[in-house]
DNA sequence: GAACTTTGTCATCGC
DNA sequence: ATGCGATGACAAAGT
């Protein structure tokens, strides 16, 4: 600042007298330049709509795990079969991507046998229900549960395995085990947890209600109701945090063109409507209307026409090129367009716009001089090159003396013959020139990144809305398979009978699901007990 | 007149 | 070593 103002001191000393030569022509920013000013608000919200996501569920059905464990035939609870076969071979919940797709899968799952049984089977089911079974159910003795049932319900609901296991008879309780084809499938899938958490409904009349389903699945209810309500909540979040149902079909119309980065039209540069027009048209406004006259301009008076051309890019149809090239919103979606951006230096003035001559002044100075000086029309800020040139009487223009390439402008030096003040003037005039012109593409450059980066912005959170919507309908389909599940149970309980050919008492027994796979009726003062597969190995 | 933006300039860095 | 572009920082002018 204290060399500027030492400078323009000087300035104003060595220049006073011919500041009224100088045709200080108003930029024409001050009359066509107003659309560049706004740097639009492309900022909008993000777009919260989404596409729409599928719902469908559990389209990968462990088909071989439901038909092993749907007999199909009343040879149900054989007391000789050993383990009783629960057959859903769940690959191991290696992740929780795994569990979610297995859920997907027994819901699936789930679905078609309720849908079969529905059709065809409830009529079986009824009357194969109460008749009484020949071979032995796998009851624990002790409980005086012989000979428990599980008749057809074990083909229409083949989560159970018709083929009960007698279970040890030393174990001090009856056990009836309903199915076990292998240790890997339930148990497992369901993260080894006892099934009998998952099966003991608190009470057993019968018939299905909310308090037997919230403690019927405790597995399930922990994932449901612990992580996956809380991404509920949080999608239900995301939700009040702007997604507009409205602009869901819009949104999906814009995932389903790939374009990922559309633009909002309001914000699109080539809005007219917007006064805050997206920075890239200002920066491109700017150079081709702020600069463009200017240019013109410097073409009648640079007759020889050496800057033109001279310099690459610097042709006065750059400017027009730029403006309509980035008017195009599509330029704002890919990476050409940074790259344009950060390899086209010409974007930014034409060549005559600073200096076409030492009359002719860029630069805001203008209005200022309308207001103080409007006869002289000088510029004191950015006219002071061309006065000092003027004043040491510089042969050649500012125009060229910054534009030229290093050999013509060396070569331009080496035909005049320049003192030293001058040569040293000429040189800070070059250096201020190209400087100026790169800080006008540094600042360009850096608003296009902003652009771009917001655009990014946008992208990332349609993509997150998308996710969550996702997330939202896992979510729907991990409840109705826990309900198909707590249905399943209930219709599989009610259907076994003992030895007497009655039912259940749902409030002393339950069926628990070991952890070799095999389902068993067992007292519910025993549910609590974690059935040990090895154990219960040895007493088959 | 304060606050903010625009623009030019300088210093510095890296190529 | 030199030139040159890029960029942060600063200040003046403009809004």
């Known amino acids: 600042m204290c060399r500027w103002d030492a400078w323009k001191s000087q300035q104003d000393i060595d220049l006073g007298a011919g500041r009224?030569?100088?045709?200080?022509?108003?930029?024409?920013?001050?009359?066509?330049?107003?659309?560049?000013?706004?740097?639009?608000?492309?900022?909008?919200?993000?777009?919260?709509?989404?596409?729409?996501?599928?719902?469908?569920?559990?389209?990968?059905?462990?088909?071989?795990?439901?038909d092993s464990a749907l007999p199909g035939t009343n040879d149900t609870v054989n007391s000789t079969s050993q383990t009783a076969v629960l057959p859903p071979e769940l690959p191991s919940p290696e992740s929780p991507l795994d569990l979610e797709q297995q859920w997907q899968d027994l819901l699936s799952l789930m679905e078609l046998q309720v849908s079969s049984a529905s059709s065809h089977g409830s009529d079986d089911l009824a009357t194969?229900?109460?008749?009484?079974?020949?071979?032995?159910?796998?009851?624990?003795?002790?409980?005086?549960?012989?000979?428990?049932?599980?008749?057809?319900?074990?083909?229409?609901?083949?989560?159970?395995?018709?083929?009960?296991?007698?279970?040890?008879?030393?174990?001090?309780?009856?056990?009836?085990?309903?199915?076990?084809?292998?240790s890997t499938n339930f148990d497992t899938t369901f993260g080894s947890t006892n099934f009998t958490g998952m099966l003991f409904p608190p009470h057993m009349n019968g018939t299905s209600n909310e308090t037997s389903s919230s403690s019927l699945l405790d597995p399930l209810s922990s994932l449901l109701d612990e992580a996956m309500l809380d991404e509920i909540s949080l999608m239900d979040l995301?939700?009040?945090e702007g997604f507009d149902p409205m602009e869901a079909s819009q949104i999906e119309e814009e995932l389903d063109s790939d374009s990922g980065l559309s633009l909002d039209s309001s914000r699109s540069p080539i809005s007219p409507s917007s006064s805050e027009s997206s920075s890239s048209s200002l920066f491109y406004e700017e150079g081709a209307v702020g600069y463009s006259s200017e240019s013109e301009s410097n073409d009648s008076e640079e007759a020889d026409g050496v800057i033109e051309g001279a310099v690459g890019g610097y042709q006065p149809e750059y400017s027009k090129f730029c403006r309509m090239s980035y008017q195009d919103p599509s330029h704002f979606h890919?990476?050409?367009?940074?790259?344009?951006?950060?390899?086209?230096?010409?974007?930014?003035?034409?060549?005559?716009?600073?200096?076409?001559?030492?009359?002719?002044?860029?630069?805001?100075?203008?209005?200022?001089?309308?207001?103080?000086?409007?006869?002289?029309?000088?510029?004191v800020h950015l006219g002071r090159d061309e006065r000092r040139a003027q004043t040491l009487k510089i042969p050649f223009t500012n125009d060229k003396i910054i534009n030229l390439p290093v050999d013509e402008f060396n070569e331009l030096l080496s035909k005049h013959h320049l003192t030293e003040a001058q040569l040293t003037l000429i040189r800070d005039i070059r250096r201020r020139g190209k400087n100026k012109l790169a800080a006008q593409n540094c600042r360009k450059r850096k608003l296009d990144t902003i652009v771009h980066l917001d655009q990014e912005v946008e992208h990332l959170n349609r993509q997150k809305t998308k996710l969550l919507k996702e997330k939202v309908e896992f979510v729907k389909s991990l409840r109705q398979m826990k309900q198909k599940l707590q249905d399943l149970y209930q219709q599989v309980f009610d259907s076994l009978r003992d030895e007497h050919g009655r039912p259940y008492s749902p409030t002393q027994y339950a069926l628990q699901y070991a952890n070799d796979g095999s389902v068993l009726v067992m007292p519910r003062a025993l549910a609590t007990q974690r059935v040990r597969p090895d154990k219960k190995n040895k007493k088959k």
């Not at 049932?149 to 009836?176: I, K, R, V």
């Open 334 to 379: 890919s990476l050409p367009f940074l790259e344009q951006i950060n390899h086209n230096h010409t974007y930014n003035l034409p060549p005559g716009a600073l200096f076409s001559n030492q009359y002719q002044q860029p630069g805001p100075g203008k209005k200022m001089h309308l207001k103080e000086k409007p006869a002289s029309h000088i510029d």
């Open 128 to 182: 194969n229900y109460t008749q009484p079974q020949t071979t032995a159910t796998a009851i624990n003795q002790n409980v005086s549960l012989h000979d428990a049932t599980l008749p057809q319900c074990a083909a229409d609901f083949p989560l159970f395995n018709p083929h009960l296991e007698n279970p040890s008879t030393d174990s001090g309780h009856s056990l009836l085990r309903l199915a076990s084809t292998n």
């Open 238 to 240: 995301a939700m009040e």
């Open 20 to 66: 009224e030569v100088f045709d200080y022509s108003c930029r024409q920013k001050d009359g066509d330049e107003e659309p560049e000013k706004s740097h639009g608000d492309w900022r909008s919200t993000a777009l919260q709509g989404t596409a729409q996501v599928d719902g469908e569920t559990g389209e990968s059905v462990p088909a071989q795990a439901l």
